[in-house]
């Protein structure tokens, strides 16, 4: 048995913001067995995970990153999370119609070999089934380790989030909230921002956008200061919230999506004030962290069950639609994790 | 019985980088003898230790910062770390001819109330009475602290310092060293540069001032990358360090002297690095850290008696000349730890 399979293609290397004509789409027929006396698997692809740091696999791959995000190769075909169904497996741990959710080609069909920390079977069905793109996934498990692991929280401390409404600050604020802490986030439209407060259960929001004075917002917010930053944006952001640090704050750098696309990255001017202050910056991402996964799983999916955690998805319909909602991403467009939506099943 | 007492003044708060006419000098009489009743101890101050983390003190009090670094008052004497000898005692725990380190004024004697983190009475003798306002004073306890509880080591790793030939620097280099690792330190001249090579032991050393690219610099000397940087400068050389630092590599921000004196800061442009990179910026000063200075000293006086760690010490004769000490600090004239001698004895 065959189909036909369409592919998300990296046209070129990226400079500046992407576009959508940086994408194009290909073709071809995939037929439905995988080598013999091979570990693969033959997944149909049901969601496909957008996200922020796929821009760092765009561009031209540089020496001093190169080793730490490996660059898409134009003319094929790009690669993200997903979540898909086994059609045909090779490998002993998955059989025909096992869901799991990982790295995947963006494209219909993929041949994967599953290996550890990038790709995991789904257990719990119960739960909507794109959530192991966005909350049961990736970012769910960066939002979990950054805020337990990396921002050493206490209960009754001040925490702010940016980027707030996307597919790990949601998360990371209902998991303050759930310490006992006092958070504030930022997002770029009104929709977001009323999200964050009555959706999510912010003590308070602010739209960056409307902000001429970053730093005059987060004084107004923390007149006391910050004692977390969960930091998803950098530059102008980050500035002012060290002036608004308090002593012996920590800022979890998750990402700084502001200086992704911009060819001379803003300068941080405020740094020095971490000595006085005592702060921490550490950067973290979530693969350092996967063996905490199904410990992860076992704290949050009772939470989801019993309505406590909630998660918005902004799901774009068909692998036509994929360049569009990841090019999006980067000027804000999604309200909450951006997913695209390949097959229902 | 009276003296007279010369006192280093702050004529007003400093902009841009301090210079001498800044200061002035002030004589007053004082009587040897305490308040009654009181708990404050008369001393006759022996060395004063010139930092630069005196520099945060002299500007105009800003919110952001004033509640950390209390800012010298214009007309009065400035204060910082000494040595000094006791004259006339009200506290339980000092006597007559007991020595003491500590926080005092920059005058020939001052009358303090002994508080715990800010005064130590000394024990040992056998080792230079100077050593107490560096090497095992608050820059030793800085450099103990920053290496083995910010920087996080391990034997092989490779650790750069920067400012290497300071009160800091110069102690932070021998125990890396101890420890099995690669160090390297930067300077501002060939003789600072000399010193670490033969006196301290440093794999390699370079002179900043000498090379173009900062960041090729550090490439030639981590072929690998960096796997500690302590941080003593700031700026354009941090921008460089993030770039040439390995995957999970540590940055203890003690100070960035380069930036102090600045109206405006430099900017750090490749911050958003230390999220792929994931490292950690700890920004730290030894404040926090006193209640291991027992330990700090248990372990190092002993290598200091065997002659197994040294120390370099830059020394002005007399009150008179502190101002240009401290100012010269700022320009990097010194050359180890800067020191003023009140009084020999």
Redesign the interface.
Known sequence: MTATNKQVILKDYVNGFPKESNFDFKTNIVEFKVPGGSNSVLVKNLYLSCDPYMR?RMGKPDP??A???QAYAPGQPIFGYGVSRVIESGHPDYKKGDLLWGIVGWEEYSVITPMTHMHFKIQHTDVPLSYYAGLLGMPGMTAYAGFYEVCSPKKGETVYVSAASGAVGQLVGQLAKMMGCYVVGSAGSKEKVDLLKTKFGFDDAFNYKEEPDLSAALKRCFPEGIDIYFENV?GKM?DAVI?NMR?HGRIA????IS??NLK??????????????????????CF?YFDKYSEFLEFVVPYIREGKITYVEDVADGIESAPAALVGLFHGKNVGKQLVVVSPS
């Open positions: 760092m001093s990153t080793a730490l995000a950098g980050l002036l002593p750098a998750c990402g700084m200086q992704y001379n990255p803003e300068g941080i001017y405020g740094l020095s004030l971490i000595t006085y202050k005592r702060i921490r910056i550490q950067g973290f991402n350092d």
